[in-house]
C-alpha cells in the first residue's frame, strides 16, 4: 500500500461513512458543499489503499465494512488520570509512525509523545518486514519513552514491552494471548501483533525509544493473504469486541505502567509474568538466525536481560536476536 495520500475530502467522507450506513451522494455533496462529481471523484481514490467504497444506484455509498475513528478527546478521557503523561496525534495517515515518530523525537518530542496512524501505509516490521494493515481494522502507533539510563541498560525491554501489551488485551477481555520471544503477540490462531523498537541516544545515558504497535482488531482475507505467517484479529479472541479509542487507552496506560518501573528495575520484575505467558514455554523451537543457520532446542524461558534461554543437545545457550519457529 504504497500509493500516493488520499485527499483531505476523501477522508471527511470516510469519516462520515465511518457507520457503515448508505449515503446519498445529494446528502454528502451539500453537507461538504460540493458537487456530487467531486464526491465521485474523492472516494474512487479510496479503493487504491484497498478500502472498498459501494455505490449504490437509489441509495448512494457506504464502505463495505463500518469502521470506529478513534477521537483524540476520547482517548484521553478513558486515560483519566494518566492524560497528563501523553501528547497524542491521530494523523488520517502515515508511511510509518516509527519513522515519524523518531524524526519528532530527534527534534527533541516529549517522551509521551504518541503518534496513530488510521492508515499506515508502510508500515516497517522486525527484521526489515513489512507490516500490513488496513483502514480502521487496526490499531497502528508509536510511543516516544526516554529514559535517565543509557541504552545499555535497555535490555529486555522488548519483552516487558510485550508483558504491558498482554496485560492491556487481558483488559480489553481477549482469551487466550500469549508472547512469542522476544515480543509477538500471539494466539493459537497465529500472530495478533508486533512490536518494533527503535533507540536513540549513548550506551551511557540518556536514551529514547520509540516503540511501535501493531494490533490486528479485525483481519479481513484480502489482508491475511499477504501475511508469510499465521494471523488473526483480536475479534476472533474477544467475546465482545473492545471500542478501538478505550483499546488505544488501555495500552497505553499499561505501557507507560510498564516503562515507568523498567526505567528503575529494569526487565527483572517482568520475567516471571512474560515466563507464564510465553508461547513456546517448555517446547521444541528452531530459532533461526540471520546468518542463514538455525539452531534447535527446548525453549527454557528468558534471561535476565531478555535473552533467550534455548537447551540445546550442546548445553544451555542463549540468544538475543534471530527468529523463532516451530521445530521442523
Ligand atoms: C513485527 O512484528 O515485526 C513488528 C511490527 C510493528 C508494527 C508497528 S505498526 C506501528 C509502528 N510503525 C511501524 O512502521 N511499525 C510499527
Keep these: 500500500m504504497t500509493s500516493g495520500a488520499l485527499r483531505a475530502r476523501t477522508w471527511q467522507l470516510l469519516d462520515i461513512l465511518a457507520d457503515g450506513d ?23 481514490g479510496a479503493a487504491d489503499c484497498g478500502i472498498t467504497v459501494q455505490r449504490v444506484r437509489g441509495r448512494g455509498y457506504r464502505l463495505a465494512r463500518a469502521w470506529q475513528p478513534l477521537r483524540r478527546d476520547e482517548i ?5 488520570g494518566d492524560a497528563g503523561l501523553f501528547d497524542i496525534e491521530i494523523v488520517p495517515e502515515a508511511d510509518s509512525t516509527n519513522t515519524s515518530l523518531l524524526q519528532r523525537a530527534s527534534l527533541g518530542a516529549p517522551g509521551g509523545s504518541v503518534v496513530v496512524a488510521e492508515l499506515q501505509r508502510a508500515g516497517r516490521g522486525r527484521l526489515g518486514r513489512t507490516w500490513h494493515s488496513g483502514l480502521g481494522n487496526a490499531l497502528t502507533f508509536s510511543l516516544l519513552w526516554r529514559f535517565d539510563r543509557g541504552l545499555n541498560a535497555l535490555s529486555g525491554l522488548s519483552l516487558a514491552v510485550g508483558v504491558a ?3 492491556a488485551l487481558d483488559q480489553a477481555g481477549a482469551r487466550g494471548v500469549g508472547l512469542k520471544w522476544p515480543n509477538d503477540i500471539v494466539s493459537e490462531q497465529g500472530k495478533l501483533g508486533g512490536v518494533l523498537i527503535e533507540a536513540q541516544g549513548d550506551m551511557l545515558g540518556p536514551s529514547a525509544v520509540v516503540i511501535g504497535v501493531g494490533l490486528n482488531c479485525h483481519l479481513p482475507g484480502a489482508l491475511s493473504k499477504n501475511i508469510d505467517q499465521p494471523a488473526c484479529g483480536l475479534d ?10 478505550r483499546l488505544l487507552a488501555l495500552l497505553l ?6 516503562l515507568r518501573q523498567f526505567g528503575q528495575d529494569g526487565f527483572a520484575p ?4 512474560w515466563e507464564r505467558r510465553h508461547l513456546h514455554r517448555d517446547k ?4 533461526c538466525l540471520a546468518d542463514g543457520s538455525a539452531v534447535d532446542g527446548i525453549a527454557r524461558g528468558a534471561g535476565d536481560g531478555g535473552e533467550l534461554l534455548l537447551e ?13 519457529g516451530g521445530r521442523r
Aim: hydrophobic share 45%; proline share 1%; charged share 25%.
Design 165 to 167: 501489551i498482554v496485560r
Design 236 to 245: 476472533e479472541l474477544c467475546a465482545e469486541m473492545p471500542e478501538r479509542n
Design 76 to 80: 484521553l478521557g478513558q486515560l483519566g
Design 312 to 324: 540445546t543437545v550442546q548445553g544451555m545457550r542463549s540468544f538475543n536476536s534471530g527468529e523463532v
Design 253 to 258: 496506560r499499561e505501557l507507560a505502567a510498564v
Design 22 to 44: 448508505f449515503h446519498s451522494g445529494e446528502v454528502l455533496a451539500q453537507h461538504l458543499g460540493v458537487s456530487r462529481a467531486s464526491i465521485f471523484n474523492a472516494l474512487d
Design 270 to 273: 517482568f520475567r516471571g509474568e
Design 284 to 287: 521444541e523451537i528452531r530459532l
